[in-house]
């Protein structure tokens, strides 16, 4: 299926990709910036839901003993701008799984008839974009590139953080 979304992620892991690690995403930014080759596209269990409609690249590292480094995570904007071009698509389409993960939870909640405590990611996208399928929730409460060099914050924060440093590469690349 065609590419909707660009997801970033972390491994939660060693800064090098382990055997497991390569047959769970895409492309993978190890701890130098040095990028590896993952599975195809729709044949990894990325994005709960949405495996089918996403490209997932995971930076190497993210548990309190292997916080993504500086060089790792340009390597990482980078990436993530070629993709966008070679993919067609807007910088908008890039969302963190963090962000994914807020916005099922948050629309579960509306959808529950309880309103928001946090209003940060409305869920829009699942409302708008994609038929609700029960694997979705298994992004809830993934908190992936929420811990950066330069910033530490909620899911939006950091994922607007993140779409202003991939914009300046899209002009770049
Ligand atoms: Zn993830």
Excluded at 110 to 123: F, H, I, R
Excluded at 126 to 149: E, F, M
């Amino acid at each position: 299926m065609a590419v909707k979304y660009l997801i970033g992620h972390w491994t939660a892991g060693a800064y090098s990709p382990c055997i497991d690690d390569l047959k769970s995403y895409q492309l993978l930014i190890d701890g130098n910036g040095k990028h590896h080759n993952g599975k195809p596209q729709g044949q990894t269990a990325s994005t709960g839901g949405m495996n089918s409609i996403t490209y997932n690249i995971s930076c190497c590292g993210g548990l309190s003993q292997t916080p993504i480094k500086a060089k790792q995570i340009e390597a990482f904007y980078k990436a993530c701008a070629i993709k966008i071009k070679e993919l067609g698509l807007n910088i908008d389409k890039f969302y963190t799984h963090a962000e994914i993960g807020e916005m099922v939870r948050n629309y579960q909640t509306k959808k529950a008839g309880k309103s928001l405590t946090n209003a940060d990611c409305e869920g829009k996208l699942i409302i708008d974009l994609l038929s609700w399928n029960d694997y979705l929730k298994q992004n809830v409460g993934k908190i992936d590139l929420r811990t950066l060099p330069d910033i530490t914050g909620g899911a939006k924060q950091t994922g607007d953080f993140i779409r202003g440093k991939i914009k300046w590469y899209l002009e770049r690349v």
